[in-house]
């Protein structure tokens, strides 16, 4: 029996205000709606793992305020055992979606950024050698927890994003599987084009599974001398918040399953694709039943 997928990650509150362009420095905009919706990188993913089947346990921080998101995971049937209840606020971001369904985004970290060398050590010594874990960039201690995750022998997942200086100080090369955008791979490549990126990463990091994600060029997947290409799914955008997430956990449920790449990146390109047709972050994700009527 496969043991969870750990998703060590960010719970946030998202404030999200349709606007009709980014505000301009100096400029009072009002917005032309507001929503609250479920959000964070980490409850995102295990929000999508969890709708693409996998089964995935959450640890984390959230405050008092975010009660509504452990019930929400509790619902989506992530395992929220490794959950702790901080006394300061949950995290937020405060989410403009463009008419053209760009987003920009200003995170407060809160509880995410108490998570301490306790939680983190609590939750490892429940964590078997060989479990995958998942990680993103929202929450404090990184660094830590990376090194104490390799010392347990787990296979190491990263999502790197937001990006930041703090990524690029991880052993990547003990990863697993390195998940990335453009503007990701180009700060751990120092290269802009796709090409130069995968060239230059397998280069740094040689064992280590490539996935970088291109928006309307689609996918390309590198280990070794193997490289598989996905074209992205031709969609009308109105909302992109969470695509990335989106795309995340329904390749890493499907991989974790031992599916083929070229099927991983099939099915995370579809259920991305619909997101992208929706609004919010999490509330955007598919069911799995979903995929199969959209190609
Ligand atoms: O990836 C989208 C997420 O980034 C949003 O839900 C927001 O909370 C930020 O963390």
Known sequence: MSL????????????????????????????????????????????????????????????????WLKTLLDDEGVGTELLLIDDGPTGHANIQVSSAGE???????????????????????????????LLQNEISELDYLVDKAIETG????????????NIKRLPLEQF????????EGEALAGAAEPREILRNLRAKFPATRLLLTLGEAGAVYQHGDTQVTQEAASVEVKDSTGAGDTFTGYFLANYSRDDSIEHCLRKATLAAGISVTRKGAASSIPEAGELDNAG
């Open 176 to 183: 697993e599987l390195l998940i990335i955008n453009e503007i």
């Open 154 to 165: 787990l296979r190491l997942v990263l999502n790197a994003a937001p990006m930041s200086d």
């Open 103 to 133: 987003n920009a985004i200003v995170l407060f970290g809160g509880a995410n950024r108490n998570i301490n060398r306790e939680d983190i050590d609590r939750v490892l010594s429940q964590a078997a050698p060989g479990q995958l874990m």
């Open 4 to 67: 969870p997928i750990i998703n060590f990650g960010s719970c946030c509150i998202d404030h999200v205000y349709a606007v009709d362009h980014f505000v301009n420095p100096g400029e009072t905009l009002p917005c032309t709606g507001y929503e609250v919706h479920p959000g964070g990188k980490g409850l995102n993913q295990s929000i999508a793992l969890a709708r693409a089947g996998a089964e995935v346990l959450h640890a984390g921080r959230i405050g008092q305020d975010g009660q």
